[in-house]
C-alpha cells in the first residue's frame, strides 16, 4: 500500500480499535495490538457472550464497549481509529461497507468474500471511500519471509525458475476445522482452498514477485466420508467401538477421556479445545463432545470439502509453482524448495538452506534472533508482524510497512477462483478471467 501523499504526520497514541467478531482471530488480532503498547480496544462485538466477556475483561474494554453484534458497535459512533473485521467468511461484506461509511480503516481477516463478484464489491468500496484496507496475509510478515526475500532479492539462487510449496494442514487439525468445524462445507464457508491456501498462493506470488497468469488444479474429498468408516464406527466418538482405534477421534484431540496428542501443552488440546468449550471444564468439554459438532464421527459429518489439492501456477515471467495442500501430515511448519537458475533454497523446519552451484556449498542461514521469541504463537509470528504494521500505520500514517492491501490480495483471490474452476471442469484456466479486480 502506497504512503498518503502529505507532510509527516503527528504520531497519535493510543490507537483506538473495534473489534468485529471476538473469535479465535478476532480476539488473537486484538491481543496483539494491545500488546504493542500502542493501541487500546475501544468496543468489541461478538454474540457469543462468554468469548466477549472474557476478552472485555482480558483487555480492560468497559462494558459500554461490549456489543452482541457489529451492527449495534457501529451506531454508536465509537471514537475509533481502526476497524478488525474477524467475523465468518460469508459475513465480511457488510460490515465492510459500514466501516468504510464511517471512514474507518479496516484489517479484514481472509478470505475477502467467497466469490469474485463479493470480492469486487468490497474493492469498490474501499475506492469509492478511500479508505486503507488491509487483509490478513499473515505469511508476508514473518521474519522467514523477510529472510528469504532478501536473499532471493540478493541473488541466492539467480533467477526463479520454480517452486514446490507444501502445506501440510495435520490430520487433527483437519478433522477439527473441516470435517466437524465451520469450514466443513463451502456453501456455509468457502471452498477449503480460499479458506485455508489463499495465505500459501499470495506467499508465493509475494515471494516469486510476479503476477499468476494460468492455473490447473486437482482435488477431492477421498476419506472423511461414510465409505471410509471402520467396521462397527458409531456416529459420535463417545460411544463408538472403533474409537480408541481411531487417529481422529474426538476424545484424543480435545483430551477428556484419552492422552492428548503430544505433549500436555500440545495445541490440539489447549486451543482447539476451547473452541469446542470456550472457557469450561472437563466435564463441560465433555459435555460439548456429547451434543455438538466436535463430537461427531469425522466419517458421518456433513462435510464435503476437499481433503486434498494440487495447484499448479504458471507466472508472466514463465516461473512455474506446485503447490500442495493436504489433510495427511502430522501438523507442522510449511515446507518450501525454491530452484533457480544458480542455486537452490530449501525452507524446512524452520531453517533456509541454500545450495550454490557453482561453489558446491551449503549456507544455512538462522532465522533472525526475533523469531525465537515467536515460536508458539500461529504462523510463526506472521500475526504479530502484521497487527505490528497496521497499528504502527494507524499511529503515524506510514503505511509503507503494510504489504497485504486489499488490491494485492485480490490477485491472490483470483488464483484461488481460478483454480477452483479448473478443479472442477478438469482444464487450466486464465487468472483473469476470474479476477475480482477486472
Same mark, same amino acid.
Given at each position: ?5 502529505s507532510s509527516a504526520?503527528?504520531p497519535?497514541a493510543? &490507537?483506538?480499535?473495534?473489534i468485529?467478531?471476538?473469535g479465535?482471530r478476532?480476539?488473537a488480532?486484538?491481543r ?8 487500546v ?11 466477549r466477556?472474557a476478552l472485555?475483561?482480558?483487555?480492560? &474494554?468497559?462494558a459500554?464497549?461490549?456489543?452482541? $453484534?457489529?451492527?449495534?458497535m457501529?451506531?454508536? @459512533? ?10 465468518p %467468511?460469508?459475513?465480511h461484506?457488510r460490515?465492510f461497507?459500514?466501516?468504510a461509511?464511517?471512514?474507518?480503516p479496516?484489517l479484514?481477516?481472509?478470505p475477502?468474500a ?16 478511500g479508505?486503507r484496507a488491509?487483509?490478513?496475509h ?5 521474519p522467514? =519471509?523477510a529472510l ?5 532479492s540478493?541473488?541466492?539462487v539467480?533467477?526463479?525458475?520454480s517452486?514446490q510449496?507444501? #502445506?501440510?494442514v495435520?490430520?487433527? /487439525?483437519?478433522? /477439527? ?7 466443513r462445507r463451502?456453501?456455509e464457508?468457502s ?6 491456501c489463499?495465505?500459501d &498462493?499470495?506467499w508465493?506470488s509475494f515471494?516469486i ?5 494460468r492455473?490447473?488444479?486437482f ?9 471410509e468408516a471402520? #467396521?462397527?464406527a458409531?456416529?459420535?466418538?463417545i ?5 480408541? @482405534?481411531?487417529p481422529?477421534?474426538a476424545?484424543r484431540i480435545?483430551?477428556p477421556g ?10 490440539? @488440546?489447549?486451543?482447539f479445545? %476451547?473452541?469446542v468449550d470456550?472457557?469450561?471444564t ?7 463432545? &456429547? =451434543?455438538?459438532?466436535y463430537?461427531?464421527?469425522?466419517y458421518?459429518?456433513?462435510? $464435503?470439502v476437499v ?5 499448479n501456477? #504458471?507466472y508472466e515471467?514463465?516461473? =512455474?509453482a506446485?503447490?500442495?495442500a493436504?489433510?495427511?501430515t502430522a501438523k507442522?511448519?510449511?515446507?518450501t524448495?525454491?530452484f533457480?537458475s544458480?542455486?537452490?533454497i530449501?525452507?524446512?523446519?524452520g ?5 550454490d ?11 533472525p534472533?526475533a523469531?525465537?521469541?515467536l ?5 510463526e ?14 499511529a ?5 510497512g ?6 494485492e ?7 484461488v477462483f481460478?483454480?477452483?474452476h479448473?478443479?472442477?471442469?478438469g =482444464? ?6 476470474f479476477?475480482?479486480?477486472r
Amino acid at each position: 500500500m502506497e504512503a498518503p501523499p502529505s507532510s509527516a504526520p503527528v504520531p497519535k497514541a493510543p &490507537v483506538r480499535l473495534l473489534i468485529a467478531g471476538a473469535g479465535a482471530r478476532g480476539s488473537a488480532y486484538a491481543r496483539l495490538a494491545v500488546d504493542t503498547g500502542r493501541a487500546v480496544v475501544a468496543g468489541i462485538a461478538e454474540p457469543r457472550r462468554p468469548l466477549r466477556e472474557a476478552l472485555a475483561a482480558e483487555l480492560g &474494554v468497559p462494558a459500554a464497549g461490549a456489543f452482541e $453484534d457489529w451492527q449495534a458497535m457501529l451506531r454508536t @459512533r465509537l471514537p475509533a481509529d481502526g476497524i478488525i473485521i474477524a467475523t465468518p %467468511d460469508r459475513e465480511h461484506g457488510r460490515p465492510f461497507a459500514a466501516a468504510a461509511a464511517h471512514g474507518y480503516p479496516v484489517l479484514l481477516e481472509k478470505p475477502i468474500a467467497p466469490d469474485p463478484a463479493g470480492c469486487a464489491e468490497l474493492a469498490r468500496l474501499q475506492q469509492e471511500s478511500g479508505i486503507r484496507a488491509a487483509v490478513c496475509h499473515v505469511l508476508r510478515y514473518t521474519p522467514l =519471509t523477510a529472510l528469504l526475500r532478501q536473499l532471493l532479492s540478493a541473488g541466492a539462487v539467480g533467477r526463479i525458475i520454480s517452486v514446490q510449496h507444501l #502445506e501440510p494442514v495435520g490430520f487433527w /487439525h483437519f478433522a /477439527h476445522s473441516y470435517v466437524r468445524g465451520n469450514w466443513r462445507r463451502e456453501e456455509e464457508s468457502s471452498p477449503f482452498l480460499l479458506a485455508k491456501c489463499t495465505h500459501d &498462493v499470495d506467499w508465493l506470488s509475494f515471494i516469486i514477485g510476479s503476477r499468476p497468469v494460468r492455473v490447473s488444479s486437482f482435488g477431492r474429498l477421498s476419506h472423511f466420508r461414510p465409505g471410509e468408516a471402520p #467396521e462397527g464406527a458409531s456416529d459420535r466418538c463417545i460411544s463408538c467401538p472403533a474409537e480408541p @482405534r481411531c487417529p481422529y477421534s474426538a476424545l484424543r484431540i480435545y483430551g477428556p477421556g484419552r492422552p492428548p496428542i503430544g505433549e500436555a501443552a500440545d495445541p490440539a @488440546r489447549t486451543y482447539f479445545a %476451547d473452541v469446542v468449550d470456550p472457557g469450561g471444564t472437563r466435564e463441560s468439554l465433555w459435555q460439548a463432545l &456429547v =451434543t455438538g459438532p466436535y463430537g461427531r464421527c469425522v466419517y458421518s459429518s456433513d462435510n $464435503d470439502v476437499v481433503d486434498h489439492q494440487v495447484v499448479n501456477i #504458471e507466472y508472466e515471467n514463465g516461473t =512455474t509453482a506446485a503447490f500442495t495442500a493436504t489433510a495427511f501430515t502430522a501438523k507442522g511448519p510449511r515446507i518450501t524448495r525454491i530452484f533457480g537458475s544458480h542455486g537452490e533454497i530449501t525452507v524446512e523446519a524452520g531453517t533456509v538452506s541454500a545450495y550454490d552451484f557453482l561453489t558446491g556449498e551449503t549456507t544455512v542461514y538462522p532465522i533472525p534472533a526475533a523469531a525465537a521469541q515467536l515460536q508458539g504463537e500461529k504462523h510463526e509470528g506472521g500475526d504479530r508482524g502484521l497487527v505490528q504494521a497496521w497499528v504502527g500505520a494507524l499511529a503515524t500514517g506510514d503505511w509503507s510497512g503494510v504489504v497485504s492491501g486489499l488490491e494485492e490480495s485480490l490477485v491472490s483471490h483470483g488464483v484461488v477462483f481460478a483454480a477452483e474452476h479448473a478443479r472442477r471442469r478438469g =482444464t487450466v484456466a486464465a487468472v483473469e478471467e476470474f479476477s475480482p479486480a477486472r
